[in-house]
């Protein structure tokens, strides 16, 4: 594998495009990721606008994988969660350029997240993926629980529906009391 850098990803218009183009890709290749097929760039633009500003309001962070120059991947970590959950964080658009999938790039920003939870305080990580087509293993590789199916919970970008599978990972043995 290329010597792939991952980056924490702030707003700019150059970051905004690659995000986009990786959206836009990721549904049109059947990605559950919240959008339906065809998705215009005008609604990506804005989906990832928003959660840039989010980032830099500090209430996320999104992650970015990059081969040289090239965007290829990213990743985001909920963190503004309740006010009982400051313990909490939550993985969201998990998404890997076609060209570059089955390379190691999502296992990278998976571990580049769960560093940066814990770093900020947070030791339990929750998450979702569609029950056709989605990362189930990869996240039962990386140590994340299955707690259960929900049927039926969303459209797929084509058509149809999926259920959805919520995981769980606890990042360290001691939880504080």
């Known amino acids: 594998m290329p010597d792939i850098q991952i980056k924490t990803l702030r707003t700019s218009p150059d970051t ?3 995000l986009n183009e990786m959206l836009v890709e990721t549904v049109a290749n059947g990605g559950s990721v919240s959008f339906m097929h065809p998705l215009p760039f005008e609604a990506a633009n804005e989906f990832w606008r928003n959660s840039l500003a989010s980032a830099d309001r500090g209430e996320r962070i999104v992650l970015g994988a990059f081969d040289g120059e090239d965007l290829i991947g990213t990743v985001t970590l909920v ?29 990278l920003l998976l571990r580049e997240a769960e560093r940066i939870a814990i770093a900020r305080g947070r030791w339990l990580l929750v998450l979702d993926t569609a029950e056709d087509e989605g990362a189930a ?13 929900i049927p039926d919970y969303a459209l797929k970008p084509h058509g149809g529906l999926t259920g959805t599978l919520i995981y769980w990972k606890r990042l360290q043995d001691a939880v504080p009391a």
Request: net charge positive; aromatic share 6%; with cysteine.
């Open 16 to 18: 905004c495009a690659a």
């Open 79 to 107: 963190l503004n969660l309740a006010q009982n959950q400051p313990h909490r964080a939550e993985i969201v658009k998990m998404m890997t350029r076609v060209s570059h999938r089955y390379r190691g790039i999502a296992t």
């Open 137 to 149: 293993g990869l996240y039962e590789r990386m140590g994340f629980k299955l707690t259960g199916l």
